[in-house]
């Protein structure tokens, strides 16, 4: 069994304030692929990155920068600077065996 | 018209109607998913097609029926639903679905269903 936790379930913020959204992830598997979604107001998810269980590298991507520690099981994602933009629900994902288990998602409020 | 396309965009239905979710996918992949986005269960999946095939079904009540004529189109046919069955449903595609999980999945805007 696999399962996503996303501890947070609202974080709000004041406009170019960093913020941290946490996930934490369990399972068995040896590979497997981590992945992160934003669901804007509109309702679609947007894929935003996807890092294999090989490689801990962080990743830096603009204002977007995601930190993975397999010894602690996390894939935690950090906006810098944050915008009103940035409001939406955040998804944590988990992907093996050709199943995805999505996180319960993190509502950020990002205000003016 | 590309990416992931869904009609209609909101439905009010009765408890007696019968209706149907349309899925359509412009991106030339192979597996197709249902999700319910509900506040209660932010994100729960429900069925799962690969190669027109269905691979997965999330213990979902038969009142809701899958159907996958072809890679590029996906249905969800509604009946006897329950005030409960309120929610956003979600289509989704990605290549394919495979052992490795690698593939990212690609999202329709969703059907805001109301089960009056």
């Known amino acids: 069994a696999q399962k996503v936790t996303q501890a947070q379930t609202e974080i709000s913020v004041v406009e170019k304030e960093d913020v941290t959204l946490d996930c934490v992830y369990e399972t068995r598997d040896t590979t497997y692929y981590l992945f992160w979604y934003k669901q804007p107001p509109s309702g679609e998810l947007v894929f935003l990155i996807r890092r294999n269980s090989f490689d801990e590298q962080n990743e830096i991507s603009g204002r977007y920068s995601w930190n993975f520690q397999k010894s602690t099981s996390s894939f935690n994602f950090t906006i810098t600077a944050s915008q009103v933009v940035d409001s939406a629900v955040y998804f944590c994902?988990?992907?093996?065996?050709?199943?995805?288990?999505f996180g319960d998602g993190t509502t950020l409020t990002v205000k003016p | 018209e590309t990416g992931v396309t869904q009609t209609p965009r909101h439905l009010v239905m009765g408890m007696t109607n019968k209706k149907s979710l349309k899925c359509e996918q412009h991106?030339?992949?192979?597996?197709m998913y249902w999700y319910k986005q509900s506040a209660k269960k932010p994100l729960e999946l429900m069925f799962v097609y690969n190669f027109k095939e269905q691979t997965e079904n999330n213990s979902v009540p038969s009142r809701f029926s899958p159907e996958c004529p072809n890679s590029s189109h996906l249905f969800l046919h509604l009946h006897t639903l329950q005030p409960e069955d309120s929610a956003l449903y979600l289509c989704a595609s990605s290549p394919r679905v495979e052992d490795s999980g690698f593939y990212e999945q690609y999202f329709g805007p969703g059907t805001r269903l109301t089960v009056t």
């Open positions: 994902a988990l992907s093996n065996a050709g199943k995805s288990t």
């Open positions: 991106l030339g992949h192979n597996a």
